[in-house]
């Protein structure tokens, strides 16, 4: 529940409303106590803790509240439908940013008494209505957000094909040393996004004395009451509407008993999906863009006319004065107006006239190919060097006549170099505060070259895009497109086989049939990467491209102190070595360009691009994290624990940055592929092979949102064609195999169930009076699952599925760094969770697969490999690994390296295994099973899968009510 004197939802203090529909001029302020005086009020009904008065010194609603988002139209010319906070802390700034709620995220509504869990029941007595909505702009439905529940279709308000599509839990918990007194609504699928629903709990709950429970008394008094303060005339509306709705629908759903409401209200799921699926194929948005345009150029011709006006009187007065102007001549005599209706009206048709759709298809068109707005394309790469990955320090420990991946090592080589991207986080800055304080803003890059497209001049703004209260254009699902901070130039690092030495996976050829990108996983590094690419380089005859992670880069290693990487041998990117190379081949190109050849004339541009990027050297920045996550200037790459800014609660809104920027990374790589050059003679080497994707942990948590997005059929459909438009030599690939080791869905909740990370993020909320068992805790986690859903794989899992055929998923059973599932024998003291971990990631995925499937393995959707079926298999196919003993069976890091922990972990037969599913699944040739598979160290393949396999106890309840099982 929202409460304003105690969010009980903020790091370190308080959530608070400003304001609410009116000015403090009107008495809004003065009196915004609503008077109750009934004293008859029978206390032994319990009630929901409700109080909807936003203008109340105790208001008190639920943090999902559609009120937190309508609250802001009155209080400025400024509103963009987000959240509205007074406070300071990581969740004020988060709700402040929001233009909707979490798909995935449960939330907790608090009661004053104990109430009878058996009374309660979701589609029973707690119900989750979706609502159907007109657009706010008619005919423009990208103009603004459908927010304010009085636009809900009258005639016909409910969605009952949704409605029925709907799968939720409601569980009853005790919060902040209360027994039994909140009911927790528990998504076991996301909920569509960008849609309203109206909550419902009926009287057929009961509290524990077997009374049926009421609406709060402060409900019924604003919405049946005299107002005391006539600002409040819009909620109590909102209060009638919701209750009305509630009890019609009621009587709908269950005419045969027809109970009554005890509370309603709305709230609106975000659609912030639309950021990364915006940076990967803009023209996509561009009409939605386009209506944004049109709108806010009316909206600022008649702001520009009326200062002192508020957003709601503004959208009022644009609506009056289009009428007017509609009638002039005919019904509106301009006589009959006053001077400032008519220079508004004048203002608007200059507006009109420059706003024309094509002029605003151009602009946009022009923003794309300028880069005002961001399309992934080819970026500049370049090699420093080249050798035999046997070369490599790790490599050279391992004894080449026993050891399998010294010998795959003697027909692979390695280059080590660098690519420049876009980046949208926030650089550096001084000591290293943007990196933590850091978020996505929204494009005024953007902004500012449409407006000159349309006008003709850098002096004159024909529109402006809605705003914050504190003038901050936010990015959201409303406002996809951030603003690029700059480039950095980064470390690339590109296995690929000796074409003089080749391996036999390549048969006649001399080059790689395919190229992977590797992702490695949170607080390690790109040399991760280094075992298992030597290994698929050679067995799969891949090209394997591998980068860091946003924040990470090549730092301290805890196992081997002094030496630089997760796995020694890899060099750290040198600006000033990369600087000589770059001037040294700009200078051998020069005179072909000045002759005309276009192709040496492009790369200069290129190379003089990541020569001049904002940042050039490891991704770390060379900051590490101190005990506080605070940032540090590290004086050597031996003091850099690598990672350790990624995931910063205190920052809610970077730390979702943080992975869509990984994603953002990955799209622009994928599309760099067709130009790469991977042995150092600048030609381009993977143009047109068959592309897959491997990721581990965090890696793959990001790969499973990057490969939705890439192979989502319109968003690859719509980059294919834009880059196709500009080279018919490049397009975009989709991705032939995803594999996704250890990885899992709903971020926020995987932290809390993972033994590794939980410590830390719990401690540091714990510290500042946020504990597991609060409402205030609760809501913090909603709030911070509202703003990470954006780059959740718990958001993109389905599409995965429904767009992916081949696809494996590797799950360490007991793993302790990401959990294989929260719904039962969750960690510690943390509520069910049933959307977080490898599991419900697993299970989505098959949903999307099968459509209406329910459970794994049911011969339409994602099959298992485990003890009990552990032959062969087609994908998709998860694959489980036993982890029972995690130092010589399988753990997290497995795939990594066979032997970890100098060496006294041997992990080498799950090591094989995962290497050998994931060589099957990028040969399309299925997953090897027991009885098949190459010799390897004196066993067979087949033999080391057989006797790795692990079984888990708890998949047959992914995404499901474990009680009713």
């Not at 509306?237 to 629908?249: I, P």
């Not at 030495?501 to 992977?516: D, I, L």
């Not at 990057?706 to 064609?721: E, F, H, I, Q, R």
């Not at 050998?916 to 098949?932: S, Y």
């Amino acid at each position: 529940m929202f409460k304003k004197t105690l969010i009980s939802l903020a790091v370190a203090s308080s959530l608070g409303l400003t304001g609410c529909f009116d000015s403090g001029s009107t008495g809004a302020n003065a009196n915004p106590d609503y008077p109750i005086t009934d004293t008859t009020v029978d206390r032994s009904i319990v009630r929901p803790i409700y109080n909807p008065n936003p203008i109340s010194q105790n208001a008190e609603f639920p943090i999902n509240s559609d009120l937190l988002l309508l609250l802001g139209a009155t209080q400025g010319p400024n509103y963009d439908f987000t959240g509205l906070s007074s406070g300071t802390t990581p969740a004020d700034d988060a709700v402040n940013r929001l233009s909707g709620f979490s798909t995935s995220g449960a939330f907790t509504i608090k009661f004053d008494g104990e109430l009878n869990p058996q009374s309660v029941a979701a589609n029973a007595t707690v119900f989750l209505l979706p609502l159907n909505v007109k657009d706010q702009v008619e005919g423009a439905p990208g103009a603004l957000p459908n927010t304010n529940p009085t636009n809900i279709n009258a005639a016909s308000p409910f969605d009952l094909a949704t409605f029925s599509q709907l799968k939720f839990r409601a569980d009853v918990e005790s919060v902040d040393s209360g027994s039994n007194n909140a009911i927790r609504v528990v998504p076991l699928e996301p909920l569509p996004e960008g849609r309203k629903y109206l909550v419902v709990i009926t009287n057929d709950v009961v509290g524990a004395n077997g009374k049926p429970i009421a609406r709060s008394t402060d409900d019924l008094a604003l919405a049946n009451g005299v107002l005391a303060n006539p600002a409040l005339a819009s909620v109590q509306g909102l209060l009638q509407t919701s209750n009305a709705l509630a009890n019609g629908a009621l009587a709908q759903l269950i005419p045969e008993k027809t109970p009554q409401s005890a509370l309603a209200y709305t709230f609106t799921t975000n659609r912030d999906t639309n950021v990364l699926k915006a940076l990967m194929a803009p023209p996509a948005f561009g009409t939605d863009l386009g209506q944004k345009i049109g709108f806010t150029a009316a909206l600022k011709a008649v702001r520009d006319n009326y200062p002192t006006l508020n957003f709601s009187q503004l959208s009022a007065k644009l609506a009056e004065l289009s009428a007017l102007a509609a009638g002039l001549g005919t019904t509106v005599d301009p006589a009959d107006l006053s001077a400032q209706e008519l220079k508004a009206i004048t203002a608007l048709g200059q507006t009109q006239a420059l706003i024309k759709p094509d002029a605003i298809e151009a602009a946009i068109g022009n923003a794309v190919r300028t880069g005002a707005i961001h399309l992934p394309s080819p970026r500049p790469n370049i090699v420093l060097s080249t050798k035999s990955a046997s070369e490599l320090a790790t490599i050279q420990t391992l004894d080449l006549e026993t050891n399998p991946i010294a010998q795959a090592a003697t027909q692979v080589k390695v280059s080590q170099g660098a690519i420049t991207l876009p980046y949208f986080q926030h650089l550096p800055g001084e000591g290293g505060r943007g990196l933590v304080d850091g978020y996505w803003t929204g494009n005024t890059t953007m902004e500012a070259s449409i407006n000159k497209s349309l006008t003709g001049t850098d002096s004159q703004e024909v529109f402006k895009l809605l705003r914050d209260l504190d003038g901050q254009l936010n990015v959201n699902g409303y406002m996809p497109f951030p603003q690029q901070q700059g480039f950095v130039t980064v470390p690339t690092t590109i296995y690929f086989p000796d074409p003089a030495n080749k391996p036999a996976a390549c048969g006649a050829s001399t080059a790689p049939v395919g190229a992977t990108i590797f992702q490695h996983g949170i607080t390690t590094d790109r040399s991760a990467a280094m075992l298992p690419s030597i290994l698929l380089a050679n067995q799969a005859c891949q090209a394997v491209v591998t980068i860091d992670l946003p924040l990470h880069g090549l730092g301290g290693n805890e196992d081997a102190p002094g030496a630089v990487g997760q796995i020694p041998g890899l060099s750290p990117l040198d600006a000033s070595a990369l600087g000589a190379r770059i001037d040294g081949t700009i200078n051998a190109l020069q005179p072909a360009a000045n002759g005309g050849d276009a192709n040496a004339a492009a790369l200069i541009s290129q190379l003089t691009l990541m020569k001049n990027a904002s940042y050039t050297g490891e991704r770390h920045f060379n900051y590490t994290a101190d005990a506080a996550l605070n940032p540090v200037a590290a004086e050597a790459l031996t003091d850099v624990s690598s990672g350790s800014l990624f995931i910063n609660p205190l920052n809610m809104m970077g730390s979702t940055d943080n992975l869509r920027q990984a994603v953002v990374d990955l799209v622009n790589v994928t599309a760099t592929l067709q130009t790469m050059d991977i042995n150092g003679d600048l030609a381009p080497d993977l143009a047109g092979l068959p592309v897959h994707f491997v990721g581990n942990s965090l890696g793959g948590i990001v790969g499973s949102t990057y490969a939705a997005l890439n192979n989502d059929p319109v968003l690859n459909a719509t980059l294919d064609g834009t880059l196709k438009s500009v080279n018919p030599a490049l397009g975009y690939p989709t991705l032939q195999s995803v594999t996704l080791h250890n990885a899992g869905a709903q971020v926020t909740r995987l932290i809390e169930n993972s033994p590794s990370f939980s410590t830390p993020v719990l401690g540091g909320l714990a510290a500042n009076g946020v504990t597991q068992g609060t409402a205030a805790f609760e809501s913090f986690f909603y709030v911070f699952q509202s703003v990470v859903d954006s780059g959740d794989p718990v958001s993109f899992a389905k599409s995965l599925g429904a767009n992916t055929s081949n696809i494996l998923l590797t799950e360490v059973v007991g793993d302790s760094v990401v959990p294989n599932q929260a719904n039962v024998n969750t960690l510690g003291q943390a509520f069910s969770a049933p959307l977080a971990g490898t599991e419900p990631l697993a299970a989505l995925i098959d949903l999307g697969v099968a459509g209406a499937s329910t459970t794994l393995a049911d011969g339409n959707g994602v099959g298992v490999m485990d003890t009990s079926s552990p032959n062969s298999a087609s994908t998709p196919l998860i694959s489980f690994f036993d982890g029972s003993d995690p130092c010589n069976g399988a753990n997290h890091g497995t795939i990594v390296s066979p032997r970890q922990k100098q060496g006294t972990c041997n992990s080498t037969a799950a090591f094989i295994s995962m290497v050998g599913q994931t060589v099957g699944a990028i040969r399309g040739a299925g997953i090897p099973g027991t009885d098949n598979g190459t010799p390897v160290a004196g066993a067979t393949l087949g033999a080391l899968i057989q006797a790795s396999l692990g079984s888990s106890p708890t998949l047959d309840v992914a995404l499901s009510d474990p009680d009713a099982e």
